[in-house]
């Protein structure tokens, strides 16, 4: 069945370090692609999202690209600043609203 | 953008009490709301999928008489815990979906959550 895999958390970075979250996914056809964010005692923001391949998605400095030869979509940031602490989340949609979940990324950045 | 409200944000109730958690699309119609329970340190589980004006879906595993999901309208969907053990404290999110057009790109909208606490 589709499937999504993040890299196990926590990441640890300091302060205008680049970032990058790795996200691998399974599933037949093709599938939408999103990066969730969750600050600390709160629900889940959209953050962006791809829906055919070679599209990037962006917002807020963070990129990342519908790669289907590789069926990923890394997360990136070129300089991460302490407010972007959070739990990132990799998930996709084949069309029928259920979205698959990553097991979500914990981000800790250091003054 | 599309804002989804849930409310109350923080519970903390008896054993044995029922709580209810609305969660209200503000600005777009939500045909399709989803409950989602998210456990410390883990990802979300779908608990159920409710469409407007028809009985949720649940999923496999999730007790139906436990967890009462109704969806009156295309703008509010509620969840109610009953009779609430300790065992339920969990943090509750629902998000929305608008299911009009093509749906294949259309991202879930999520509440803040709920934190629920049973003493």
């Not at chain 1, 289907?68 to 959070?86: M, N, P, R, W």
């Not at chain 2, 923080?10 to 009490?17: D, P």
């Amino acid at each position: 069945g589709d499937s999504v895999t993040q890299m196990e958390g926590p990441v640890t970075l300091s302060e205008e370090a680049f970032l990058t979250i790795n996200c691998t996914y399974t599933a037949t056809g093709y599938p939408s692609l999103f990066w969730y964010v969750q600050y600390p005692g709160e629900g889940l923001q959209l953050l962006l999202k791809a829906t055919k391949a070679d599209d990037k998605g962006s917002n807020k400095g963070f990129e990342a690209t519908y790669r289907k030869e590789t069926t990923s979509f890394h997360l990136e940031k070129g300089s991460v600043q302490v407010s972007d602490s959070a739990v990132y989340f990799c998930a996709l949609s084949r069309g029928n609203y259920q979205l698959i979940w990553g097991a979500g990324t914990k981000l800790i950045i250091k003054p | 953008g599309a804002v989804v409200s849930q409310h109350p944000s923080r519970v903390i109730c008896k054993s044995g009490t029922s709580v209810k958690i609305e969660c209200r699309s503000l600005d777009f119609q939500a045909t399709t709301m989803f409950w989602y329970r998210q456990f410390p340190k883990k990802s979300l589980m779908l608990m159920a999928t409710s469409n407007e004006g028809s009985k949720a879906t649940y999923e496999q595993g999730v007790e139906k008489d436990k967890f009462l999901i109704n969806h009156a309208s295309l703008t509010l969907s509620t969840l109610t815990v009953t009779s609430a053990h300790p065992e339920d404290s969990s943090f509750y999110i629902c998000s929305a979906q608008d299911m009009t057009g093509d749906i294949s790109n259309q991202p879930q909208h999520f509440g803040d959550g709920t934190r629920l606490s049973i003493l």
